[in-house]
């Protein structure tokens, strides 16, 4: 069996909270699975709270894990030591969902991009200069830039520059933590196409989280949908858009606006709201919101199956069908 390039297996992450004055679990994420190939985009997409976020920061051991594996090359990220942990160090970066608060105030650009050049030994003096301006150049700002604060910077300039931050020590993969979200949706556009030229020149791979699946409809190529810790679908991008099986999936598609005021979507209006991950329900953690749940929901969890050729689902209904 050939080796992913990047592998998540049994992913767990509790975070210790107290619930009505005792000790309990959060369960951030509770056993997720899935591969990234060389060169290419996953999109993780989800509600708040889903861990999605998690996720990405366990992915390059910016949080250690309860319990699973990830694989880089077949490396486990978690249990590399000494030179070999600072090397996967420098091949796995992260895009903030926050251009602002991701960066120093009170450093100068130049001196932020600098950084991780000197960190990781890649350049020093007229060397470092001469990066820090082809950086910027890269994600379309000039090299008198690198004179100036973050806070003299728009939104969509400051998440540039995290970019660019991120592309300095020559990453092979990065996760890119929901990196549009908090800018103007005609800036969220410049943005996408920049990480996708910049995929395309430099071979990158990149996770992709972000809230909505329309978002992510453009950059995935394929994309896995988050709920309560869990993954409960996971396709490629063009069948999950077209073939959504998993009925949140579902509702998520029926939310993205139709840019034609003639035309209309009937929207999937979830009840209920998101069980808590301090106390997840028993069986699907989805059941309770799920308008064609069945009695064993409740109380058996669904396995990750493939339903059709490379379409991954998590629901009972679903597999049920497929058969």
Request: charged residues 25%; glycine residues 8%; proline residues 5%.
């Amino acid at each position: 069996m050939p080796e992913h390039f990047l592998e998540v297996k049994n992913l767990v992450k509790y975070f210790d909270v107290k619930k009505d004055g005792k000790k309990a679990k959060l369960k951030a994420v509770d056993g997720v699975n899935f591969s990234i190939e060389r060169g290419e985009t996953l999109g993780l997409v989800g509600e708040s709270g889903c861990g999605k976020s998690t996720t990405g920061r366990l992915i390059i051991n910016l949080l250690s894990p309860t319990g699973g594996e990830v694989l880089l090359n077949g490396k486990n990220v978690f249990t590399v030591k000494g030179a070999e942990k600072k090397q996967m160090r420098r091949d796995m970066q992260i895009i903030f969902q926050d251009p602002f608060a991701s960066l120093n105030p009170r450093m100068k650009v130049g001196e932020i991009l600098r950084e991780p050049l000197i960190i990781h030994k890649l350049a020093k003096g007229a060397a470092a200069q001469a990066r820090v301006k082809e950086l910027l150049n890269y994600v379309g700002l000039s090299a008198n830039q690198a004179n100036r604060f973050p806070h003299e910077f728009s939104g969509g300039q400051r998440q540039r520059i995290g970019i660019a931050r991120a592309l300095a020590v020559e990453p092979k993969i990065i996760v890119c933590d929901e990196p549009v979200s908090a800018l103007d949706v005609s800036v969220q556009a410049q943005v996408l196409k920049l990480l996708m030229n910049l995929q395309a020149e430099f071979g990158l791979t990149y996770l992709f989280i972000a809230h909505g699946l329309n978002v992510v409809k453009h950059i995935s190529n394929r994309v896995g949908v988050m709920y309560l810790g869990n993954i409960v679908e996971l396709a490629h991008s063009k069948k999950l858009y077209s073939r959504a099986l998993h009925p949140y999936t579902q509702a998520l598609l029926s939310a993205i606006p139709i840019p034609d005021p003639q035309v209309k979507r009937e929207r999937i209006i979830l009840e209920g709201t998101v069980p808590s991950p301090v106390n997840p329900p028993a069986g699907c953690a989805f059941h309770s919101r799920c308008a064609i749940a069945r009695d064993y929901c409740k109380t058996e969890k669904p396995s990750m199956i493939e339903v059709e050729s490379e379409h991954w689902v998590s629901c009972h209904a679903v597999q049920a069908g497929s058969k």
